[in-house]
């Protein structure tokens, strides 16, 4: 892919950066806590993304505002849902995620990016996107409805674009899990299986079915990017057309997730 088509979404991207998640100050109903605990996953994946980026210093400031803005995000959401939650389980989880998220944020903050702290950053996010991926599956049964399930799907595609991404840049910097490959590959059938369910169930909703189409645009960049030939002349422009197109992606299943959570 040549490098303009790239530049034209880092342009994009230099709009979407202040991607406003979760700006209702509290959790209205299930379904927008699905959404908001959806995020959480996300959240844990682009923030090792995001930290991975800085120390490659790759997109740096635009790295470092994702990194601020995540944490404000995922510190602000969980307050929410833990005031939210009626439900002993999921009170437990959510417990459970602030306890981890204490550490978590313990190696984001502090000292400048360096290959061991991203090492134990990897490991955490994996357990942080698995007691996050619990809660909401948590609320999506509590709401049991089949528009609870589609914000739930929807939104885990956010997750999936970031944790792509995650795994690229980590192969990037040379300190990814020997199952990198692996579970990049994994993730990316994951996010294909799923848009084909999403555009199926959008039916006649013409406001869902153009963004789907714009994240279907946006996954090709995406995904040729996940796909540049390694070359260490090329190291940091291949790592910034992931960052940039990450970004553009995640920005477009955001705004489809939050008109599964109008209609549901």
Do not use: C
């Not at 996300?42 to 120390?55: D, F, N, T």
């Not at 939650?85 to 190696?107: E, F, G, P, V």
């Amino acid at each position: 892919m040549q490098r303009r088509s790239f530049l034209s979404s880092a342009i994009l991207l230099a709009g979407g950066l202040s991607l406003t998640v979760g700006s209702q100050a509290q959790v209205v109903n299930l379904n927008d806590a699905i959404n908001k605990s959806g995020r959480q996953r996300m959240l844990s994946q682009r923030l090792v993304k995001a930290y991975l980026q800085i120390g490659m210093d790759v997109e740096t400031a635009a790295s470092k505002k994702i990194l601020d803005q995540s944490m404000a995000t995922f510190d602000r959401q969980l307050i929410e849902l833990r005031v939210f939650a009626s439900d002993a389980s999921l009170r437990t989880t959510l417990s459970d995620i602030d306890k981890l998220w204490l550490n978590y944020k313990q190696l984001l903050v502090g000292k400048a990016p360096n290959p061991r702290d991203a090492k134990s950053l990897l490991l955490l996010s994996e357990d942080l996107l698995h007691m996050a991926d619990q809660a909401t599956s948590l609320l999506e049964k509590q709401a049991g409805s089949k528009g609870g399930k589609l914000v739930n799907l929807a939104g885990r595609q956010r997750m999936l674009s970031q944790r792509m991404a995650k795994y690229y840049q980590a192969l990037q910097w040379e300190v990814a899990p020997a199952n990198a490959h692996q579970m990049l590959e994994q993730a990316r059938k994951e996010f294909v299986a799923a848009q084909a369910t999403l555009n199926a169930a959008s039916g006649t909703q013409t406001s869902i079915r153009d963004q789907l189409m714009l994240a279907q645009s946006q996954w090709v960049f995406f995904d040729a990017a996940l796909h540049q030939a390694a070359d260490s002349r090329n190291h940091r422009q291949s790592a910034s057309n992931v960052a940039t197109t990450s970004e553009r992606i995640l920005e477009v299943m955001d705004r489809v997730t939050d008109l599964y959570q109008q209609l549901a």
